[in-house]
């Protein structure tokens, strides 16, 4: 690569490049942080400043960056094969033992993975896997989705008409047609004084209260993430999901899991449904399949959908990077990785807890209304007034955006959504790691709590 400096990458970043979910009118050229290189969890810019990465990039680098075990296989595996596609009667070998490996992990019932190379695009297949099924079945009426208000399932057509944000709903002609989206579990914004456990109960039978409003003979599916991720770090009230279970056992509908985030160990489980003792027919992943060091994802269907699929004649569907080798053997690295290191045990029964416990005592510190954490992914709501916790700050997401700032100018990475702060560090992170971090969100609090005095949006 050749070496520019800060200010012309910035300027020819400006000059040529789109970003994802970004207000470009807003985004001045110098504010254009360059990452120049990472490891473990630490980050570099170009500057030369040292970031603690506690978004494990985008939610997905479970084993920290820049493992050179990763980069090794992927060489040796492009030199060999660098690229074969799977449509045509024909397979390869990083690709067959991915998907065995990927069968041992997941649910007993689910034994069999589609493969593509993003979240967005295993919802878009997921969609499309339940619809045939029901036609399969002879139940072609069996279409509607339903979704989640604030839930995020990508930002394709489909997926995003799966999901519940607003924003993305505005642009013309979303949601498509066929998808509905019911109350999501989010106590702290939406009890209303309720208590957690009838408030996880009550929103659990909008499900219920939605499948009759359809019919159940209209309704295909159920899709929804463990924990909503990018909707703010949801945990629900530890009653919701056994009552959803409750609810989808009495009806003939499908489930579809979006593990892109909980999957992989960041919930203590290797799937957020196996941490919350749901059985979906259905698990969409993607992000720490791979630790995102190279683009691949998947959908792991049950014995009985693939059962009716696979007798349904061909499937008119597939990506021609379905199964990438190189990606694949990306994947299959990063999974034993994760099993010599047994980081998934390490986050239920050792760093997670350790993380949590400090992360909640955050609670005391005055800008806090809540905070909550489970395994290793965390939300801080930030309050204007402690002793009301009904009290929202007048701007909504203006004080997440400062904190957020200040903490990227202090050296950890967080991630803002509302007036909340977001954290999924990379599940490698030491006790020593923790500490640092937990140091650098207090000086953020401290800091950011006299800059909103200043700026008079505290009393
Ligand atoms: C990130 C994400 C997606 C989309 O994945 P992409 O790889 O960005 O397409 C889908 N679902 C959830 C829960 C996600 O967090």
Not at 84 to 106: D, I, Q, R
Not at 215 to 224: L, Q, S, T, Y
Not at 274 to 286: N, R, S, V
Request: net charge negative; aromatic share 8%; glycine share 10%.
């Amino acid at each position: 690569m050749k070496h520019h400096s800060t200010r012309d990458l910035q300027s020819l970043d400006e000059a040529h490049h789109l970003h994802p979910f970004t207000d470009h009118a807003s985004l001045l050229p110098d504010q254009r942080r360059v990452i120049t290189r990472g490891e473990g969890v630490w980050l570099w810019d170009s500057d030369g400043n040292r970031l603690l990465d506690g978004m494990a990039g985008l939610w997905c680098a479970q084993i920290g960056h820049g493992r050179r075990e990763i980069a090794d296989t992927v060489h040796a595996q492009m030199t060999e094969l660098s690229y074969y596609n799977t449509f045509f009667k024909t397979t390869h070998e990083p690709v067959v033992h991915l998907s065995a490996m990927l069968a041992e992990l997941m649910p007993s019932n689910i034994n069999k993975v589609f493969f593509g190379t993003s979240g967005s695009d295993s919802n878009d297949t997921a969609l499309r896997v339940v619809r045939t099924y029901w036609d399969l079945k002879g139940r072609p009426e069996k279409k509607t989705i339903i979704s989640r208000q604030n839930a995020y399932h990508g930002s394709t057509v489909a997926a995003a008409s799966l999901g519940g944000m607003e924003k993305m709903h505005a642009q013309s002609g979303m949601p498509i047609p066929g998808i509905t989206h019911i109350a999501q579990p989010y106590w702290f914004g939406e009890a209303d004084g309720m208590d957690p456990s009838e408030f996880g109960i009550q929103t659990a039978r909008e499900l219920e209260r939605e499948i009759d409003r359809l019919g159940e003979d209209k309704v295909a599916a159920f899709i929804a993430e463990p924990i909503q991720g990018a909707g703010g770090v949801i945990i629900p009230p530890e009653t919701y999901w056994p009552e959803i279970r409750r609810i989808l056992s009495e009806r003939e509908i499908l489930f579809i899991s979006d593990e892109v985030i909980c999957g992989f160990g960041r919930t203590g489980s290797w799937f957020g449904c196996q941490t919350y003792g749901t059985e979906p027919d259905l698990i969409t992943m993607a992000k720490g399949m791979s630790s995102g060091y190279l683009p691949i994802a998947g959908v792991g269907i049950s014995d009985d959908v693939c059962e009716v699929l696979n007798a349904g004649g061909e499937f008119f569907h597939g990506y021609t990077y379905s199964g990438h080798p190189a990606c694949c053997a990306a994947a299959i690295a990063n999974l034993q990785i994760m099993r010599r290191e047994k980081l998934v045990e390490r986050v239920a029964t050792d760093i997670g807890p350790y993380l949590k416990e400090r992360w909640l005592a955050l609670q005391s510190h005055p800008l806090i209304g809540e905070a909550r954490m489970k395994g290793l992914l965390g939300a801080l709501e930030l309050v204007p007034d402690k002793t009301d916790l009904t009290k929202r700050f007048d701007e909504p997401g203006k004080v997440g955006e400062i904190l957020r700032d200040i903490s990227f100018k202090n050296g950890l990475v967080m991630r803002a959504v509302r007036d909340s702060l977001i954290l999924a560090p990379p599940l490698t992170i030491t006790h020593g790691e923790v500490d640092q971090l937990i140091d650098l969100v207090t000086a953020t609090l401290e800091e950011g709590e006299a800059v909103l005095r200043k700026e008079k949006i505290l009393a």
